[in-house]
């Protein structure tokens, strides 16, 4: 049975990949993206928001492991590999292409890739906690801190296990928010709070490098700083999302809905926006904004009607959107 479409998701979904689509255009248009404000704080929220509405829509977790990965694996390994392959093609080496997409995830899909690995780990867990009769909050946390463990003390990067490990907290963070708390949310002065935090937070983040009043924090290693910033940066940028969205997007309104159109086509358009080199068309010495606009309208619409035209086919829609006959 399929679940019922929920607007104020899909509307958010629809913005979030509108910021996707605006991160890269920056980072396409921009040789010192990783120093730009606007994509700093584009890039500390919008993935992690991506992978909580996951742990979201998620809940409540039911059936066999085996069964709902089967599914799951339709809906987003069928796609990255479909696409890998066909990316590689161009190359010359297919098959190369998909030797390291598989090691190296992030110079491919890295996002359902490690959407799919979540998900198993996370089913994994929720059954080891049914087995055992303690509550799955705990073996979930638990999971998470072994991954935690594994990735920086070992630093572990192959298989995209970076990805896995940072994003499965705010998977689990969406599961459990729909699991116990309620959006009803009117505060005010607390939403005002919350996003005064984010914003500060934001300012200073950087995938890479501490803001300056951590960066000589002594005993404690960089790498374990630089991933608790992001996390706590993101999380706040999670929990206000999750708190003003049931109130701003849920409203039946010409734009609300063209925002869940977008949203209900967020991994077609996130795959095909990849998949073609539009940074071959930015303008030779035109002006940043003047790229990053031409760049997002392009990329916006071509993908758009990439993902129409191929859903017009059931087969293809199939293979490489990961739709359901």
């Known amino acids: ?6 607007l104020w998701i899909d509307s958010l ?21 990783l120093q730009n404000t606007s994509w700093n704080l584009i890039y500390s929220f919008h993935m992690p928001m991506f992978m909580a509405l996951s742990g979201y829509v998620t809940y409540p977790l039911k059936g066999e492991p085996s069964v709902n990965l089967k599914k799951r694996a339709k809906e987003l390994l069928v796609p990255f590999f479909s696409w890998t392959f066909i990316i590689g093609l161009f190359s010359g080496n297919p098959f190369s292409r998909i030797y390291n997409a598989i090691l190296y995830p992030d110079l491919s899909y890295w996002f359902i890739w490690a959407l799919f690995f979540i998900i198993f780990l996370f089913s994994i867990a929720y059954k080891i906690s049914e087995l055992i009769k303690i ?17 920086i003390l070992l630093e572990f990067r192959l298989f995209g296990f970076q990805f896995i490990t ?10 459990f928010i729909k699991k116990h708390i309620s959006l009803n949310f009117r ?15 934001g300012i200073f983040w950087n995938m890479h490098a501490l803001p300056p009043f ?34 701003l997007f849920n409203k039946d309104s010409k734009l609300n809905r063209a925002l869940a159109i977008l949203g209900s086509w967020t991994l077609g358009i996130y795959i095909v926006h990849l998949a073609i080199p539009f940074n071959k068309l930015m303008i030779a010495d035109a002006p940043l904004i ?11 619409v071509i993908s758009v009607a990439v993902v129409k035209i191929i859903s017009l086919e059931k087969n293809l829609s199939v293979i490489l959107l990961g739709k359901r006959k």
Request: a positive charge.
């Open 1 to 6: 049975m399929l679940k019922r479409r929920i």
């Open 187 to 201: 505060n005010i002065l607390f939403i005002l709070l919350i996003f005064t935090l984010w914003l500060m937070g």
């Open 214 to 247: 951590l960066d000589n924090i002594p005993y404690v290693p960089k790498s374990l700083l630089i991933y608790v910033y992001r996390l706590s940066v993101g999380i706040l940028g999670v929990f206000l999302l999750f708190i003003i969205s049931p109130h």
């Open 290 to 300: 003047v790229n990053v606009i031409y760049l997002f309208l392009a990329r916006l």
């Open 13 to 33: 979904k629809g913005i979030l990949i509108l910021l996707v689509i605006l991160g890269h255009c920056i980072q396409d248009a921009d040789k010192n993206y």
């Open 135 to 151: 509550k799955p909050e705990y073996m979930i946390v638990v999971t998470a801190t072994i991954l935690c463990i594994v990735m």
């Open 166 to 175: 940072y994003y499965f907290i705010f998977f689990s963070l969406g599961y």
